[in-house]
DNA sequence: AAAAGCCCCTGGATGC
DNA sequence: TGCATCCAGGGGCTTT
């Protein structure tokens, strides 16, 4: 669930009233992605300074390094005075002076890791090739048609590894490929820089308005306060196969790339 | 270097 | 109702 829009919105939700906590306490639940690759007991005492985020990663400004937290498929935080007990799926939480933070992830694909800074060995390997933020002024066209030029694989997996722009999974991949008029199976390469720019224009009015809507909520998406997004009310092509297109009524079909599904109108996209 | 596959894990939906 | 199977929004790692 958690693309950039849902993490933007996560981010949103508690920053401001994290920023300046300190931390009375930490612990860990089942092991997640990787280990937190700090001792809990050792956060106690340090500061949250602020909240900040890269492609789909948050990162936890601590006096003393900081926590790069991961939603994975199925995480979502929770920020609260105070929180009901644990359950079976919240595996880690961290007791501040302004609330609760807690991770409840039932896939644990997620992940929490404590780094001394982002220059570290652990953060670079994590953050190092992430491509260019899609809201911000380094996704310039220039770079992006020129990062495409370079790949051979279909657009739509090019612009969900992450490594050219970062933030767009799989719902955003293909709701911008159709605003953008392009086939999910194009190769990147072959993309002209008009439709590279549309493309471009896409990415970002649709991360926009999704992160507008507060994200999307297929399953269980919410964010640090428990709201849940409206985006795949939104949605043109996600999650529609069989049903018409809303611009021109052809069915909207569904293929698989890279064992994801990947949805399209056969008529919309021609190429 | 880039691309394709595999895999981590649990829960919900579907089919028999 | 019970059980097996398939599928899910991510992404690092290994193999081609």
Known sequence: MPELPEVEATRLSFADRIAGARILSAATGKALRWPLGIAPARLSGRTVRGVRRRGKYLLLDLDEGLLLIHLGMSGSLSFAASLP?????????????????????????????????????????????????????DFDLASFHAALKKRRASIKQVLMAGDVVVGVGNIYASEALFLAGIRPTLSAARLSRPRAERLQAAIRDVLG??????????????????????????????????QPCRVCGTPIRVIRQGQRATYFCPNCQKN
């Open 85 to 137: 007990p644990p359950g079976p799926h919240d595996h880690f939480e961290l007791v501040t002076t302004r609330g609760t933070l807690r991770l409840n992830d039932p896939r644990r694909f997620g992940a929490v890791v404590w780094v001394a800074g982002e220059e570290a060995p652990a953060a670079r390997k994590l953050l190092g090739g992430l491509g260019a933020e899609p809201l911000s002024a």
């Open 209 to 242: 308005r999704a992160l507008a809507a507060g994200g999307t909520t297929l399953r269980n998406y919410s964010n640090a306060v428990g709201e849940r997004g409206n985006f795949q009310f939104e949605a043109m092509v996600y999650g529609r196969e069989g």
